[in-house]
């Protein structure tokens, strides 16, 4: 089944303390992204990457870190959480990124609460 | 930067049509508008993705007007079941990054 996995779905960590949240997809998506959602703010992407060590800024990259060393893996690090890094996180892949035809596949969800 | 404004909610009920605008008055020409529902605690999903001129699928239909500065997502005939949010999303190409740019999102609350 093709489909975008995210891991862990839940966290709750203290602030300082590294974590990673994983994300892989099975579809051979060139691009992949990372989103977070706060009420009333909607969707606001974290970083994305056209592919395999290319990546780059979103409009709210601060404080997170990224790398695409593989094709289908997309991990998120949050090198010293802070609360206000509380939030959902999305992470999506698409074909090639283009808007051409292309629809975003979006995992699951990670709800991280920063305490 | 493309852009894009939607309203923050909108109230309908069961049966009736529903139409959510967007605007994206800086729509680049060779972007795509696309539509995506989102429920509570999930990812958003595919709704209906067009160019120009109208789209229709079993979902829902798609209305763009010559200028491309809006869209119009119609859902017809809504159940309590389309209670969501929906986003309308438009492709920003910079160079050779495409950085993908969410709308504010429409709460769509359907009444009994």
């Known amino acids: 089944e093709a489909q975008v996995t995210q891991n862990p779905r839940y966290l709750i960590t203290v602030t300082g303390k590294k974590l990673t949240v994983t994300c892989s997809q099975n579809m051979n998506h060139e691009y992949m992204s990372w989103y977070r959602q706060d009420p009333g703010l909607g969707l606001r992407q974290i970083y994305y990457?056209?592919?395999?060590?290319?990546?780059d800024k979103g409009d709210v990259p601060e404080g997170y870190k990224v790398s695409r060393k593989e094709k289908r893996n997309f991990p998120l690090i949050l090198e010293s959480p802070s609360p206000n890094q509380t939030s959902l996180y999305f992470c999506?892949?698409?074909?090639?990124?283009?808007?051409?035809?292309?629809?975003?596949?979006f995992g699951p969800g990670t709800r991280l609460l920063v305490l | 930067l493309a852009k894009t404004t939607q309203p923050i909610s909108m109230d309908s009920y069961e049966g009736q049509e529903v139409n959510i605008t967007c605007s994206h008055n800086n729509i680049a020409t060779n972007d795509y508008i696309t539509w995506y529902q989102q429920f509570p605690s999930q990812g958003p999903r595919f709704i209906i993705q067009g160019y120009k001129t109208k789209v229709t699928n079993e979902v829902a239909s798609l209305f763009i007007p010559a200028d491309r500065k809006s869209s119009t997502l119609s859902l017809p005939r809504v159940s309590l079941s389309d209670t969501a949010v929906y986003y309308c999303?438009?492709?920003?190409?910079?160079?050779?990054?495409?950085?993908?740019?969410f709308g504010s999102g429409t709460r769509l609350l359907v009444r009994p």
């Open positions: 990457s056209m592919n395999v060590e290319v990546t």
């Open positions: 999506a892949s698409s074909l090639q990124g283009r808007a051409v035809g292309e629809t975003q596949y």
């Open positions: 999303l438009v492709g920003d190409r910079m160079d050779s990054s495409y950085k993908l740019i």
